[in-house]
Structures are given as C-alpha cells and as structure tokens.
C-alpha cells in the first residue's frame, strides 16, 4: 500500500477523460496551467505542491500531435523537477505507433523516438491502450502497462441483433485482435488480406473464411482516413448480409472517413471509445461512444496500491 497521495493531473489534450477518472476515484485535477505563446512556444507550470506524490497525468496524443506530445514532456520535467516521488503517463492514444520500424531505407522509427523522449524524462511508467504494434512496449526501459479495450467494445456487441455475425480483422496483422473478439462473442472469425498501394490506400486481395449470410462487424486499433471502410465491396462480393458494423478504440477520424460514413448505406455503426476527444464536427449519427474512463481509473487504483494489473493487460 502506497503511503504517497494519489494525484491526477490532465494536460490539454483531453480534460473531459481526466475528470471522468478523477471523479471516479473521487479525488480531483491538480492544478497546472498551460500557455500557447504567440511564437507558438508551449509554457506549463504546476500550480501547487507535488512533492512526494504519486502522480498520474493523462494526455493523449491526438491532433494536434506534436503539440501535445511537447506539452507532455514539458510537465514531466515540472514534475520531476517539483520532486514528485513518482510521474506516471497515461497516454491512451500513444503517438507515432504506425511508425514502429524501418519498411524501407533511412526512414526513422518514430516510435522509438517518442519513447526515448519520454524516458529521458525521469518518467516512472507509461499506460496506454491498443497501441497500433505490441512490440513498441520493448522500446521502453520502464515499466509499461500495454490495455486493451477489447472487452469494452466487444460486450456493445453481445445483443441480439448480432447473433448471427461474423468478426472481420482488416489484415493479418489485426488477426490476433479479432480473434479473441470472435472469442469473446462466440462467433466465428474471418481475416481479409489487403496490399498497401500507398502511405494512405490500401486495396483487398483475398478473404479467408465465410462471411455468407453473417453481419460484418469489422475491428481495428484506429480508424485515420478510414480505408477500412473501403474494404466492404469484397465482404459484400462474397455473400455477406445485412447492415456492417466497425469497432475502433482510436476515432481519429479525418474528413474522408466521415465522408464514407456518409455516403456507405451499409454501415450501420462505428463504435468506439472516448481515448480520444471527438469534436463537434466529427460527432457523425452513426458513431457510438463507449468510455475507457473506468478502465484507467482501475489501473490507477491498482498501480497506486500496489495491487497486481496482469489481468488487465494485453498478455498474449
């Protein structure tokens, strides 16, 4: 049992997250500032006493990425230089996971970047959810806490209506993930094969399984420009019925994806979760909103209180 206060910070990126947390392990956001100087130079301060507390501080870095990423790493060097016993980052949505290794030559691994500068930081630990590539935790010489929102999105799915579905996993890649989806919901899995033509496109080359006569609920760790929604042609070709569904735990969501959103009859709902803030702009009907907000609050808790987490994280 921890004997340090439990303090839980937010920076800008998403403060309606943070509160959630904090009101469900009833305590509040500390106090911190932070400015956007006119030569576009960000500025945090720590408005009150850290000192022998364990922070947690939650940010995830979304659009704009570089902006809150540089704010991240402002405010744990404010808190290691308050002498905070312990600074862990929750960062639901960790940057730069796409760029997780070298496809062709001189090309950086951003995402071996991103953890070096957070380690550089004195940072004690890391958290996040569904990261695009599972080996990014090995880039870290801390402690990581690698959660997955699975079950969340996956207990949406367990009505009636979706008795007779089938789990797609977009690629091989994401096979994995869909199947302990399939396993979760007792329904049977199918993966499609794409080739990608460009950094933004991708096309379908094959379809393994039947997906005749099922629903299609499609997953995936994030939606951007929304290719995936584009894969629908070859499940629909190959005999699948009725209204498509997506799960996505990251709604990035840039305006091509809400535009197929709007123009495909054929989807019925993209569900995700709230790890990343959803403007106004981008609340299309057909998004469904689940929180992680008990998740972290969990995670925190228990990491606080010495209590194990395994049962939580993405273990195989």
């Known amino acids: 049992m921890s004997i340090h206060p439990l303090r839980i910070f937010s920076g800008s990126a998403h403060p309606a997250l943070a509160q959630e947390v904090a009101s469900l392990l009833g305590t509040t956001i500390g106090s911190s500032t932070t400015h956007h100087l006119p030569d576009s130079e960000i500025y945090v301060t720590i408005d009150e006493v850290v000192r022998d507390q364990d922070i947690f501080i939650i940010q995830p870095c979304s659009t704009p990425v570089n902006d809150n ?17 312990s600074v862990s980052a929750v960062i639901p949505y960790f940057p730069y996971a796409r760029q997780d290794r070298m496809a062709r030559g001189r090309e ?37 806490a690698p959660l997955t929102a699975l079950p969340l999105l996956a207990e ?60 299609p609920i499609i997953i995936d760790d994030l939606m ?29 969501l840039l305006p091509t994806a ?20 959803i403007p106004p702009e981008k609340r299309h009907p057909k998004i469904e909103i689940v929180s992680v907000a008990e998740l972290l609050a969990d995670i925190i808790h228990r990491i606080h209180r010495g209590i194990s987490i395994s049962e939580k994280l993405i273990l195989s």
């Open 108 to 144: 950086a691994i951003s995402a071996r970047v991103v953890a070096n500068l957070l380690e550089n930081q004195g940072l004690d630990r890391v958290i996040y959810i569904d990261i695009h590539n599972r080996a990014i935790q090995g880039f870290f010489n801390i402690p990581v």
């Open 258 to 277: 809400l535009q197929i959103l709007d123009a495909d009859d054929r989807i019925e709902k993209l569900v995700v979760t709230n790890t990343i803030p």
């Open 69 to 85: 990423l540089m704010e991240l790493l402002l405010f744990l060097d404010a808190f290691r230089r308050a002498s905070a016993h």
């Open 224 to 252: 951007a420009g929304g290719s995936v929604l584009k894969q629908l042609d070859a499940l629909y070709d190959r005999g699948a019925e009725g209204k498509a569904c997506f799960s996505v735990t990251h709604p990035v």
């Open 156 to 215: 949406y799915f367990r009505k009636p209506e979706f008795e007779n579905a089938a789990i797609v996993s977009p690629d091989v890649g994401r096979a994995g993930m869909a199947g302990r989806y399939a396993e979760l919901l007792d329904l049977p899995l199918v993966v499609m094969h794409k080739r990608r033509t460009s950094f933004s496109s991708t096309e379908t080359t094959h379809v393994v399984g039947d997906i005749r006569g099922r629903r």
